[in-house]
């Protein structure tokens, strides 16, 4: 198993019982002043499962894509960059008064691509080296409040629509 997996407590002490293989990536991100978030993305390993059938994953508050492995290829990340992260980098900007400048911090996964800064001109990114856990923006403690923001936005979107 990855090293970075982590393990539902039942899944771990139940006997005989195999560890769910059901696996995800979800894509975070934000501006350091922590005033405009962006909308998650969330790689799964099936484009229609069978939890949401019947209902539009349009409905759901994050980017859906799939990949057989879940995992970020660089195909997925730079259409993320270009339709969702420039565009809203874009908004944002403009609606500050800001001139279009972004910094962007990523660390080396292999799903990013090296070539991300010809896409736009306005934006400089920085492919951060292994083990550099120390200035990251979203360490685990930032993530684990990010996911339970997120469920609990999920939560109470889910109970208004009653699916």
Same mark, same amino acid.
């Given at each position: 198993?990855?090293?970075?997996?982590?393990?539902?407590?039942?899944?771990?002490?139940?006997?005989?019982?195999?560890?769910?293989?059901?696996?995800?990536? %979800?894509? *975070?991100?934000? /501006? $350091?002043? #922590?005033?405009?978030?962006?909308?998650?993305? !969330?790689?799964?390993?099936?484009?229609?499962?069978?939890?949401?059938?019947?209902?539009?994953?349009?409905?759901?508050?994050?980017?859906?894509?799939?990949?057989?492995?879940?995992?970020?290829?660089?195909?997925?990340?730079?259409?993320?960059?270009?339709?969702?992260?420039?565009?809203?980098?874009?908004?944002?900007?403009?609606?500050?008064?800001?001139?279009?400048?972004? %910094?962007? *911090?990523?660390? /080396? $996964?292999? #799903?990013?691509?090296?070539?991300?800064?010809? !896409?736009?001109?306005?934006?400089?990114?920085?492919?951060?080296?292994?083990?550099?856990?120390?200035?990251?923006?979203?360490?685990?403690?930032?993530?684990?409040?990010?996911?339970?923001?997120?469920?609990?936005?999920?939560?109470?979107?889910?109970?208004?629509?009653?699916?």
């Amino acid at each position: 198993m990855h090293s970075r997996t982590y393990l539902a407590k039942e899944d771990g002490v139940a006997p005989r019982h195999k560890a769910s293989k059901g696996r995800f990536t %979800l894509l *975070l991100g934000c /501006n $350091a002043a #922590g005033d405009s978030k962006l909308e998650p993305q !969330l790689v799964y390993h099936s484009e229609n499962p069978r939890a949401l059938k019947g209902n539009p994953k349009e409905t759901l508050s994050v980017i859906w894509k799939s990949n057989s492995k879940a995992w970020v290829t660089s195909a997925l990340f730079k259409d993320w960059f270009v339709n969702h992260f420039l565009p809203e980098v874009k908004h944002y900007c403009k609606q500050k008064n800001f001139a279009f400048k972004a %910094l962007v *911090l990523l660390d /080396n $996964a292999p #799903g990013h691509p090296q070539a991300l800064q010809d !896409l736009c001109p306005g934006v400089k990114v920085i492919i951060l080296p292994p083990n550099t856990s120390l200035i990251q923006s979203m360490d685990p403690t930032d993530f684990n409040f990010q996911k339970i923001l997120h469920e609990k936005n999920n939560q109470q979107s889910c109970q208004g629509n009653r699916w």
